[in-house]
């Protein structure tokens, strides 16, 4: 593996302007993923991953204000202009959303939206690009892909959209795969299935993987790293086993004691009291403070805590050790 990241990210941060003021998405994030490896960016709606990923390929918003570095493949992406960016995601950078349905066009055949970007950024002839279809579609386990090529979206059944919309993504060879919750829309079979086809791919074709999700066991399954995102920024980042093994910030241990065990009784299913701060109003110190299950010192309520390491790559927003109640 290089040692240099498909894409990287510093001090990246996102201010909305809203009619109610400025909102602050995203504050200081710093995360970096690798050829052939899987990122998790984890958290409750409104914690700043989707935003986070969109900034740092140039999908932001309009009213959106990007400060911060963002480095694809080497090359600075905030100091490219909008064109040579365009180009560089078309062609590097493929994406998976949750509903395959808002990502097709219906009234056009699932070949034609594959060789799309075939042609755009590879330059291949329609025929050419036709093939290239095919080959996509077989690759992610679409039956009888030389003939189902020239279906609609509303031939397929939700699973199969999603196969599509992966092989779109796939396209042009990217370097970066980033599926944001793709399989939130799909029933738990259809989810186990897409998670082990992207799994697959990525041994097969080495791409690095950015996996948006709220879902704590799709991240077991799939990611090396995970960083846990609250308010905007990153409280917990570190590999996989290491962050399941011995949280260290009282939000990632919460989300995973919120997490369905086998034979558990639902009644049982432990939550986290309170809801996400609005990003208009964020507090000085962290932003967990009032839903905090062990606070009880007003240092966090006013002053931020740093990212502290707490283990090799494994850092924790806190101002005390790993697993230390208050």
């Given at each position: 593996?290089?040692?240099?990241?498909?894409?990287?990210?510093?001090?990246?941060?996102?201010?909305?302007?809203?009619?109610?003021?400025?909102?602050?998405?995203?504050?200081?994030?710093?995360?970096?993923?690798?050829?052939?490896?899987?990122?998790?960016?984890?958290?409750?709606?409104?914690?700043?991953?989707?935003?986070?990923?969109?900034?740092?390929?140039?999908?932001a918003p309009r009213t959106a204000r990007v400060t911060g570095r963002v480095r694809l493949l080497g090359e600075e992406l905030t100091a490219l202009d909008p064109r040579r960016r365009r180009q560089l995601r078309g062609r590097h950078v493929g994406f998976v959303f949750q509903d395959p349905m808002t990502s097709l066009n219906p009234v056009l055949t699932v070949g034609r939206q594959v060789t799309e970007a075939c042609e755009e950024h590879l330059g291949m002839s329609r025929r050419q690009a036709r093939d290239r279809a095919v080959e996509l579609l077989e690759l992610v386990g679409i039956p009888s892909a030389a003939r189902r090529?020239?279906?609609?979206?509303?031939?397929?059944?939700?699973?199969?959209?999603?196969?599509?919309?992966?092989?779109?993504?796939?396209?042009?060879?990217?370097?970066?795969?980033?599926?944001?919750?793709?399989?939130?829309?799909?029933?738990?079979?259809?989810?186990?299935?897409?998670?082990?086809?992207?799994?697959?791919?990525?041994?097969?074709?080495?791409?690095?993987?950015?996996?948006?999700?709220?879902?704590?066991?799709?991240?077991?399954?799939?990611?090396?790293?995970?960083?846990?995102?609250?308010?905007?920024?990153?409280?917990?980042?570190?590999?996989?086993?290491?962050?399941?093994?011995?949280?260290?910030?009282?939000?990632?241990?919460?989300?995973?004691?919120?997490?369905?065990?086998?034979?558990?009784?639902?009644?049982?299913?432990?939550?986290?009291?309170?809801?996400?701060?609005?990003?208009?109003?964020?507090?000085?110190?962290?932003?967990?403070?009032?839903?905090?299950?062990?606070?009880?010192?007003?240092?966090?309520?006013?002053?931020?805590?740093?990212?502290?390491?707490?283990?090799?790559?494994?850092?924790?927003?806190?101002?005390?050790?790993?697993?230390?109640?208050?």
């Amino acid at each position: 593996m290089t040692d240099r990241p498909v894409l990287a990210v510093e001090e990246l941060t996102v201010t909305l302007g809203t009619r109610s003021g400025s909102a602050r998405a995203v504050a200081g994030v710093d995360w970096s993923v690798h050829p052939g490896r899987t990122l998790a960016l984890v958290g409750e709606s409104g914690s700043g991953k989707t935003m986070s990923v969109l900034a740092a390929t140039g999908l932001a918003p309009r009213t959106a204000r990007v400060t911060g570095r963002v480095r694809l493949l080497g090359e600075e992406l905030t100091a490219l202009d909008p064109r040579r960016r365009r180009q560089l995601r078309g062609r590097h950078v493929g994406f998976v959303f949750q509903d395959p349905m808002t990502s097709l066009n219906p009234v056009l055949t699932v070949g034609r939206q594959v060789t799309e970007a075939c042609e755009e950024h590879l330059g291949m002839s329609r025929r050419q690009a036709r093939d290239r279809a095919v080959e996509l579609l077989e690759l992610v386990g679409i039956p009888s892909a030389a003939r189902r090529v020239d279906d609609h979206p509303h031939q397929f059944s939700g699973g199969m959209r999603q196969r599509v919309v992966i092989a779109m993504a796939l396209a042009c060879d990217p370097a970066l795969l980033i599926a944001d919750e793709p399989t939130t829309a799909l029933d738990v079979t259809t989810q186990a299935q897409i998670v082990e086809l992207v799994a697959g791919l990525q041994r097969r074709l080495g791409t690095a993987v950015v996996w948006i999700t709220h879902d704590l066991g799709v991240v077991a399954g799939v990611a090396d790293t995970v960083a846990v995102m609250y308010g905007g920024r990153i409280v917990e980042q570190g590999p996989v086993d290491a962050v399941f093994a011995a949280p260290g910030h009282p939000y990632t241990r919460a989300l995973l004691a919120a997490r369905p065990r086998p034979g558990g009784a639902g009644d049982d299913l432990p939550a986290i009291p309170g809801a996400p701060p609005s990003p208009l109003e964020l507090p000085a110190g962290c932003a967990f403070w009032p839903r905090c299950p062990v606070r009880g010192d007003a240092r966090c309520e006013h002053e931020l805590p740093p990212l502290t390491p707490v283990g090799p790559d494994h850092r924790v927003r806190s101002f005390y050790r790993t697993g230390e109640d208050r």
